[in-house]
């Protein structure tokens, strides 16, 4: 009996019809094994996951495969972005044994869920002789096994244990830390290390704020270079906009087609962030099109995000995306075609596979003539439309609470920033008109979905499905990413109610995450009991969720003034810093958020008629320092402490810039303003 068609995730969906006796995570699954003296095994995965198809289609769903494993073991099937507890569990395990990790990862356990023997993907003969191999040892040799279990899951005690040395994050470690990734750069391809090779998201969201802070060139250059090389790659839609997970060369030219929400959301804050600093137009395009990807591709109407567009279409990587020259003839005619394989570095022989080529730009068009950006955009709408009656890729539609919360805060900046550059017009301020329009809309949906459907109780929820919240409870990475999207928006909106939802989440984790010396666990107090409670303090496809909640907390107690939440913030900093010191590509958000601390964070206040049209309220946006809040509205607004006994001078709209609630006296000039924030 398969129990994964009521599933609310994707990808235990994708399983409902297996031959296999899939059970989800539960304790009744655990239960049964104990009945029937059976392991457990634990496969997880996630919808838009290449080898997970795979593994799937060769075992899963053939009828012997199926057999074997129901006679022989309770199976489980785990979405990892549902329970990525559980997951964080055995992939600890999974690299304690093997030495690496990865999805679908496969693990067998106990009865008590204590993993004995781990792996990752397996092709149908050795998954076989697997199951064969495990069978035989649980009945003949089970003192060996459990032996084998118990050193396990003292490995994953050890590597998730809190405590250990901690350290002021202070100017001479964060200076370090960006040398250090000056010295990992790769300066002829950008970004950092070999293949495959990762948007370093957070790591450029920290030099960005270094460079402001500092005025370190090469952290500017770092991260310009990296985003132009991204940019300008295949691992970047050219047409419709929005990266992909990773690119399989360091060249950035080969993707692995999976789009997902949280990398999407953290690069529009790069791009955003460049582009405010720099004005690049570079920068402003590709910001303006991946949230543009974000609000048409991914928000689901009246709800939130969806988590993932899928790697394969039909089974097939690249089917949606790759071409060939006479493609693209055949789509825009013959001269048109060769201006296209020419500008997208579509050849003959192909940088994909089977002679397909993977969209990349040959160079930059954005500072191109006139009639040049004109032809590439009207040949990119030509594309895209011919594109578009190909087969699509799958779309996993859960909403995943933390990875919203990092959309939310991404579009908050982007309308910021959008409002700041939104005069003079140019050639397509109506594109970027109504990108802004839409992604506003999305962005007000997804925070409203979460603050209805989410929160049940005073707790969050991890997902929901078509508008319906899941079961499993949120971990720590959804406070603190919800909480700093609510204090994102108070700040674009100037409604005191995000602000109040973002404090009530942050009282939570404090009361029901935190850990001895100032660190937290990733799951409450009060949450299911697995082999080790998890605490991964690193930053990696996103932010850690310590570095997520220490980013709440600072943004929540700089708005509010509230010490005891910037106290908790430094504290947990403390128990990063080590990290950031020795190992910066893996604490990019925590060392992003440090340099906020550093900086102040700076409080401006804005108080005026015309939130939306004020000079005041542009400057203070366009030159605020690095991790600033600024807020904007009438004085002593109802729900927005920073506006509260800051009264307009002479009549006129004033800007307080404050740290630590203490202020500078109130400027009434850009120009003053500008002076007191550089």
């Not at 004020?614 to 402490?641: E, N, T, Y």
Request: aromatic content about 8%; overall charge negative; glycine content about 8%.
């Amino acid at each position: 009996m398969n129990r994964l068609a009521d599933a609310t995730s994707p990808y235990l969906l994708q399983h409902a019809d297996n031959p296999v006796d899939w059970w989800p995570w539960s304790d009744e699954a655990f239960a049964e094994a104990k009945r029937r003296d059976v392991p457990v095994l634990i496969s997880v995965g996630y919808a838009a996951c290449h080898w997970c198809h795979v593994m799937a289609h060769e075992s899963f769903e053939n009828e012997q495969v199926g057999t074997l494993m129901n006679d022989n073991f309770v199976s489980i099937k785990v979405d990892r972005e549902e329970r990525p507890d559980v997951d964080a569990i055995y992939m600890t395990a999974t690299q304690a044994m093997t030495g690496q990790g990865g999805w679908p990862m496969t693990v067998f356990a106990t009865p008590d869920g204590t993993p004995f023997f781990c792996g990752t993907y397996f092709p149908r003969p050795n998954f076989v002789q697997l199951l064969q191999s495990v069978s035989t040892a649980w009945r003949e040799q089970r003192e060996a096994v459990l032996g084998q279990g118990a050193a396990v899951v003292e490995a994953i005690g050890g590597a998730q244990a809190v405590g250990g040395p901690t350290a002021p994050l202070d100017a001479p470690l964060l200076d370090a830390a960006a040398a250090k990734l000056a010295s990992e750069y790769d300066a002829t391809n950008g970004g950092f290390g070999g293949a495959p090779k990762f948007p370093p998201h957070m790591n450029l969201l920290f030099l960005l704020r270094h460079h402001q802070r500092t005025g370190d060139p090469r952290s500017l250059e770092i991260t310009r270079h990296t985003a132009e090389a991204m940019a300008r790659g295949g691992i970047y839609d050219q047409l419709a906009g929005g990266f992909a997970r990773y690119s399989v060369d360091v060249h950035w030219t080969v993707p692995h087609f999976e789009k997902m929400l949280y990398d999407n959301a953290l690069l529009l804050r790069v791009y955003t962030q460049l582009w405010r600093l720099t004005g690049d137009p570079l920068a402003r395009r590709v910001a303006r099109d991946t949230a543009r990807f974000l609000a048409d591709e991914l928000h689901r109407p009246g709800q939130g995000f969806a988590s993932a567009l899928d790697a394969d279409t039909e089974g097939v990587e690249g089917l949606t995306y790759a071409w060939t020259p006479a493609q693209l003839v055949e789509a825009l005619g013959e001269e048109d075609g060769r201006f296209a394989a020419d500008l997208f570095t579509v050849t003959e022989e192909g940088t994909f596979e089977h002679g397909m080529s993977v969209l990349k730009l040959a160079r930059d068009v954005d500072d191109a003539a006139p009639e040049v950006r004109a032809r590439w955009q009207q040949v990119v709408g030509r594309l895209l439309a011919a594109r578009d009656t190909r087969p699509q890729p799958a779309l996993d539609d859960k909403v995943v609470a933390a990875w919203n919360g990092l959309a939310i805060t991404a579009i908050a900046e982007f309308q910021q920033v959008a409002a700041v550059y939104a005069s003079p017009k140019d050639e397509d301020a109506n594109l970027m008109d109504g990108v802004t329009i839409v992604a506003d809309g999305a962005m007000r949906q997804a925070a409203e979905h979460l603050a209805t459907v989410h929160l049940v109780d005073g707790r969050l929820r991890r997902v929901s499905r078509d508008g319906k919240v899941g079961e499993p409870a949120g971990v720590l990475e959804d406070y603190g990413c919800v909480a700093e999207a609510f204090c994102a928006l108070h700040q674009l909106t100037g409604e005191g109610r995000w602000l109040t939802l973002a404090g009530e989440l942050l009282d939570t984790a404090l009361a029901h995450f935190a850990a001895p010396g100032g660190a937290f666990y990733d799951t409450a107090d009060d949450a299911e009991r697995l082999v080790a409670r998890p605490a991964d303090p690193t930053d990696n496809a996103t932010p850690s969720g310590r570095s997520a909640l220490i980013a709440g907390l600072v943004a929540y107690s700089a708005l509010t003034g509230e010490t005891r939440y910037r106290d908790a913030a430094e504290a947990a900093l403390g128990t990063v810093a080590p990290i950031v010191g020795r190992h910066p590509r893996f604490a990019g958000y925590a060392a992003t958020v440090g340099e906020a601390l550093l900086s102040g964070p700076y409080e401006i206040a804005v108080v005026t008629d015309d939130p939306d049209g004020d000079p005041l309220v542009a400057a203070a946006r366009r030159h605020a320092p690095p991790g600033a809040v600024v807020v904007a509205g009438r004085p002593d607004q109802p729900g927005v402490p920073l506006l509260a006994d800051r009264p307009l001078v002479e009549g006129r709209s004033a800007a307080y810039v404050c740290r630590g609630f203490v202020c500078q006296r109130p400027v009434t000039s850009v120009e003053e303003l500008v002076a007191e924030l550089g």
